[in-house]
């Protein structure tokens, strides 16, 4: 089965930052929300939680609608703009695809993340960097969709494009061999894959300190397949 911890989680939207001043406010704020809902009857007919949970589930719903909808409106406007092969129209069939992979919708997923591929196969200049994250976002879907057979070929082509773009010595070169490692392990190609490990963190030694944690996370995932080989 996968390792620990793979696939890695989508990236969580950055929220705004809160300085240590808001604690004394945000604590009292906190304690007014406990005593609201601590006012708040639980409902003891079994007919009010089947509402409850019936009303939670339309809203989750809804909000995936209007997510998805937001999405393709925005998709819309920026192929209207900048034609099917740009940037901006990438990044709008990715934010598609997160939606339906967010959802369970794999099928859904992968066809709009094929989408973003092509898209950025055909941007021209600097069209690397574009097909690098797609193939990333979908290797960590063939993954999580236990299509691991297909997202090999995949998470290669990934490695091959970092190289090729930023070198076979640079840190995302490193972290790309760490990627299609994970693929391999899946896989049972663990020799394959503590090659690849060995790589990336020979390439980490060279750019960061002993206890940086990109070393130390390679350390262990190296760990976990040597166990594995006996």
Do not use: C
Not at 59 to 77: H, I, Y
Not at 78 to 89: Q, W
Not at 206 to 215: K, M, S, T, W
Not at 220 to 225: F, G
């Amino acid at each position: 089965g996968p390792p620990p911890n793979w696939p890695p989680p989508r990236p969580a939207v950055d929220r705004p930052f809160r300085s240590w001043a808001h604690a004394p406010k945000d604590a009292e704020i906190r304690e007014q929300g406990k005593e609201r809902a601590a006012s708040i009857p639980v409902p003891k007919e079994e007919g009010a939680r089947s509402k409850s949970k019936k009303s939670d589930l339309n809203t989750s719903e809804n909000r995936f609608k209007s997510a998805k909808n937001n999405f393709k409106r925005a998709l819309s406007v920026r192929v209207g703009a900048f034609g099917k092969a740009h940037p901006e129209v990438v990044e709008s069939l990715r934010q598609i695809a997160g939606v339906f992979e967010d959802q369970g919708l794999y099928e859904e997923a992968f066809n709009a993340y094929g989408q973003a591929l092509a898209s950025g196969e055909s941007i021209g200049e600097f069209e690397h960097l574009y097909v690098r994250h797609t193939l990333d976002d979908m290797v960590r879907l063939s993954v999580k969709a236990g299509r691991y057979q297909s997202g090999m070929p995949m998470a290669e082509r990934s490695v091959a494009i970092t190289r090729k773009a930023f070198g076979p010595r640079h840190p995302k070169t490193g972290a790309a061999f760490v990627n299609l490692a994970d693929v391999y392990t899946v896989l049972g190609r663990q020799a394959d894959a503590l090659a690849l490990l060995d790589k990336s963190a020979e390439i980490s030694r060279e750019v960061f300190a002993p206890e940086h944690p990109r070393l130390l996370t390679t350390a262990s995932r190296s760990a976990r397949v040597q166990h594995r080989l006996g």
